[in-house]
């Protein structure tokens, strides 16, 4: 079983930066897909950023686009989220999943991870 925690959320004012922290347990880490979710109120959740499992491919949402930077350290079996220039319309709990599947493509659909964190939230107030 692949256990998923997520950490790094906080309040902040709109423009200011934060980084959120996905670490997963598991020796196969390194071969893992990866991603970002997010869940307004009210709101399904989305997609926000994703990684392969090698890291050669990353992809972002249109709305986080240059503002949002995915990366991984395997050596840490860590997952990182930054995000700067951060807006209200960010603020969410935001969710780490994961999946064994060693796929050369980011996965951009939550139908694709079998483990998931419990959720950091992420407040920005204007």
């Known amino acids: 079983q692949v256990q998923v925690v997520e950490s790094g959320g906080g309040l902040v004012q709109a423009g200011a930066s934060l980084r959120l922290s996905c670490a997963a347990s598991?020796?196969?880490?390194?071969?893992?897909?990866l991603g970002w979710f997010r869940q307004a109120p009210g709101r399904e959740r989305e997609f926000v950023a994703g990684?392969?499992?090698?890291?050669?491919?990353?992809d972002y949402a249109d709305s986080v686009k240059g503002r949002f930077t995915i990366s991984r350290d395997n050596a840490k079996n860590t997952m990182y989220l930054q995000m700067n220039s951060l807006k209200p319309e960010d603020t969410a709990v935001y969710y780490c999943?994961?999946?064994?599947?060693?796929?050369?493509?980011?996965?951009?659909?939550?139908?694709?991870?079998?483990?998931w964190g419990q959720g950091t939230q992420v407040t920005v107030s204007s």
């Open positions: 990684i392969n499992w090698s890291g050669s491919a990353t």
């Open positions: 598991g020796r196969t880490f390194s071969s893992y897909a």
């Open positions: 999943g994961a999946t064994a599947m060693r796929s050369d493509r980011v996965l951009a659909r939550g139908y694709n991870y079998a483990y």
